[in-house]
Structures are given as C-alpha cells and as structure tokens.
C-alpha cells in the first residue's frame, strides 16, 4: 500500500512545503527554489515528535531548483517500485537537506514473531526486493529504526528494537547493499504511532522503519544535470 504523506511544518524548521497531492518531482522543485540552504536538523521532528534523530546525513553539498526537481524524480520512481513490495508501506517526506526522502514501514507481523528478532521467511522474500532496490539506487543513505509496544520492560525493549533494526540491516548487508550505506538504531516503545492500550495499536507500534536519503554524490550528480 502506498500513502503519500503530506508534511507541513513551521517556517522556522523548514522554508520547503510539500503540498498535499504533489508529485515528489514537484516537491523536489518547490523546495530547491529557496535557494538552496540546507535546513539543518529540524526535520527530526518528523520522526518521533521532535524527539528522534534527522532524516538523512547532512551533506556538504546543497541543492539549487532544478537539482531538487531531479532529485524528487528519482526519489519518486523508487517509491513506486518500493510500494509493490509485499507488506511495505511507503511514504514520502523532505530529508534534512530539503530534499525529498522516502520512508518504508514494515510491521512485525511481516517481519517477526511476537518478542522474536529472527526474520521470517515471507520477511526475507520481501528484503530481498527491497535490497535489489536499493542496489538498483547506489545514490541514497539507509537508516534501519526497529520500534517495539510496550509491554515487558523498557530494557527488554531496547534491546529487542536494536535487535531486529540490527537484523534488517545484516540481512540487508548479506543481499549485496554496502553497509557504508547503512546505519541501524533501536528505540523501543518512546515513538508509538497508534495507542498502547489496545492489541490493534500494540500490533501497529512493533515495526521497523527503513528511511532512504539522497547521499552526496546524488547531490553533486543533480547540481550537474547528470543525475538519471
């Protein structure tokens, strides 16, 4: 299933809009008009209110409005390639160099058993499409994030979200992607998306996001029009 997330933050975390319906080659253009600059760490806030760390390395390079333009295509074709993986929500969103990111959610009942951080088989069928992607695009960052409920103890779950973050990563690492490219982190049950209190919400909070970013060399390649 492909969402599309639309994004609206304050002037003084981002000068770039996404607009809700806009392809993300649009994206890219509207937030490479600005002139360039890059934002900084504020898109942090996209990912665990505030609290979670940015989307993306920050990069020395900066990208101009036609770089973006190229850029949120490129972003845009792997996204839809992305969403036709079994089990794989795909959303999109700007990364901390204002330039359009994708993110992929896979929850645990694809990737995991209850308390469990080995991958299952149809998990690994699907981990091998999302790696020749990711083969496919050379030109991006990886950041595995493993996420948890809450039930059993808070160090428990640390261990348990850096595990199965560590578990996507090195299965990930074996199918050919470079783990330069990779970093993984756990962050147990701080950064729930639906509620505690219920199964249903508990079943939404174990998950594994996976966040792709424009690496340097993407940059440089779009500011020098030879980005395909």
């Known amino acids: 299933m492909k969402k ?11 000068w770039g ?12 253009a509207m937030i490479g008009t600005g002139g ?5 760490a504020g898109i942090g806030a996209l990912f665990g209110k ?3 760390a940015a989307i993306g390395a920050a990069v ?3 990208a101009g409005g036609v770089a973006g333009t190229l850029i949120g295509k490129k972003m845009d074709k792997q996204a839809k390639e992305l969403a036709q993986i079994n089990g794989a929500q795909v959303d999109t969103l700007t990364d901390q160099n204002g330039l359009t990111a994708i993110k992929v959610t896979f929850d645990q009942g694809i990737l995991f058993a209850t308390g469990k951080s080995n991958l299952s088989n149809s998990a690994k069928n699907s981990l091998n499409e999302f790696a020749t992607s990711l083969l496919n695009n050379p030109q991006t960052n990886v950041q595995i994030y493993g996420h948890t409920d809450n039930t059993g103890s808070l160090a428990t779950n640390q261990r348990l979200s850096k595990e199965r973050a560590l578990s996507v990563l090195n299965y990930l690492s074996a199918a ?9 982190d756990g962050y147990d049950y701080q950064f729930p998306v ?6 249903a919400g508990r079943a939404q909070n174990r998950r594994v996001e996976v966040y792709i970013s424009a690496n340097e060399q993407m940059i ?5 029009g030879t980005l395909k």
């Open 194 to 199: 639906a509620s505690n209190d219920t199964e």
């Open 176 to 184: 050919g992607v470079p783990t330069s490219r990779m970093v993984s």
């Open 220 to 224: 440089k390649d779009a500011n020098n």
């Open 50 to 52: 505030g609290k979670g």
């Open 4 to 14: 599309f997330l639309c994004i609206f933050l304050s002037a003084a975390l981002l």
């Open 60 to 62: 020395g390079a900066v």
């Open 36 to 40: 360039g600059a890059a934002l900084g």
């Open 17 to 28: 809009v996404s607009g809700c319906g806009m392809s993300n080659t649009g994206k890219g």
